[in-house]
């Protein structure tokens, strides 16, 4: 399996950066492709995800009403639009892969990142002020 990430950059306070992630060589008929992000300073992060099956979308809190998925390529590709970014965006973004745990739902195990099994190399996200 293979998770790529693209699409980081630099950017001014308000501006708008478009995240993807290409997963190739997956096992999992329904999985769910996951973003977290990480700084030097704090613990790797949930940020958003999305259910290859159903569509459904998780958002962080911080993140809610700014950031949005698309998809294309039958799923196999996502997309994070961030909008109206602030500088404590700033970090590296990583795209992540969980084919779930039997017996728990996704709202279960999606912010959780022990919960996923393939990860991307990381994407740096910079938000100047």
């Known amino acids: 399996v293979q998770v790529a990430e693209s699409g980081g950059g630099l950017v001014q306070t308000g501006g708008s950066l478009r995240l993807s992630c290409a997963a190739s060589?997956?096992?999992?008929?329904?999985?769910?492709m996951g973003w977290f992000r990480q700084t030097p300073e704090k613990e790797r992060e949930f940020v958003a995800a999305?259910?290859?099956?159903?569509?459904?979308?998780y958002y962080a809190d911080s993140v809610q009403g700014r950031f949005a998925f698309s998809t294309d390529n039958g799923g196999d590709t996502v997309h994070l639009q961030m909008n109206s970014l602030k500088p404590g965006d700033t970090a590296v973004y990583y795209c992540?892969?969980?084919?779930?745990?039997?017996?728990?739902?996704?709202?279960?195990?999606?912010?959780?990142?022990?919960?996923?099994?393939?990860w991307g190399q990381g994407t740096q996200v910079t938000v100047s002020s």
């Open positions: 992540a892969v969980s084919g779930g745990r039997y017996g728990y739902s996704w709202y279960d195990t999606v912010f959780s990142q022990y919960e996923y099994d393939y």
């Open positions: 060589g997956m096992p999992f008929s329904n999985f769910a």
């Open positions: 999305i259910i290859s099956s159903s569509g459904d979308t």
